[in-house]
């Protein structure tokens, strides 16, 4: 039904990989991993479940959507972290990175908070023309401009329980669009 676009499998196995580069660069230091909710929450979990370090975490919440697939560069806090970051080394993870726009807010937000360190691990990094250039450490998989959904991705908020990421089909957003 779904058109599969990274399996399970691959992506257990690029988390893995991940991890252990995470894992190797933040010995003796003071990792925080960050992730932002919503789509980050599966992410996040396999991720740090790789990392083999005395690690902690936060989230935030933030919006950039709304119910629809383009982005609309307005970004709101809707959860803050809850705890001071000044002198911590931050990992922002996320679950894809489209225009830029919302991690570029993010990050500038963190950044007058004095962290000691601020990088970023994105599973998917979408191709194309990206408006805002910025330097993702760890990437998991450059993908096309199509919309994908799966693996903490929503449409609508509807799919992010699809344990792979795929391309939206048609039926798909009719279905979620149709309900009520
Ligand atoms: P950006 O601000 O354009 O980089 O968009 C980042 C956010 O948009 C992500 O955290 C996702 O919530 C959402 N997003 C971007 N592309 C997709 C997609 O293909 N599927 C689902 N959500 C997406
Ligand atoms: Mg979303």
Redesign the pocket.
């Known amino acids: 039904m779904s058109d599969v676009l990274i399996s399970a499998e691959e992506i257990e196995a690029k988390l893995e990989e991940m991890g252990r580069a995470i894992t190797e660069d933040y010995q003796g230091r003071d990792l925080l991993m960050v992730g932002?909710l919503k789509?980050a929450f599966i992410v996040m979990a396999d991720l740090a479940r790789h990392v083999d370090l005395p690690v902690e975490f936060d989230f935030m919440a933030v919006s950039?959507?709304g119910a629809a697939t383009q982005?609309s560069g307005v970004v709101r806090i809707l959860k803050d972290l809850d705890q001071e970051i000044a002198g911590r080394d931050l990992l922002i993870v996320?679950?894809?990175?489209?225009?830029?726009?919302?991690?570029n807010y993010l990050l500038k937000s963190l950044r007058v908070r004095r962290p000691a360190s601020i990088e970023v691990a994105a599973l998917l990094v979408?191709g194309g023309i990206q408006r805002i250039p910025l330097d993702v450490r760890y990437v998991g998989f450059e993908i096309g401009p199509e919309?994908?959904?799966g693996y903490g991705?929503?449409?609508a908020g509807k799919y992010r329980n699809l344990p792979y990421v795929a391309v939206m089909t048609d039926e798909e957003a009719e279905e979620v669009l149709g309900q009520p």
């Open positions: 932002v789509g950039s959507y982005t996320e679950d894809i990175i489209d225009s830029g726009l919302t991690l979408k919309f994908v959904i991705l929503d449409y």
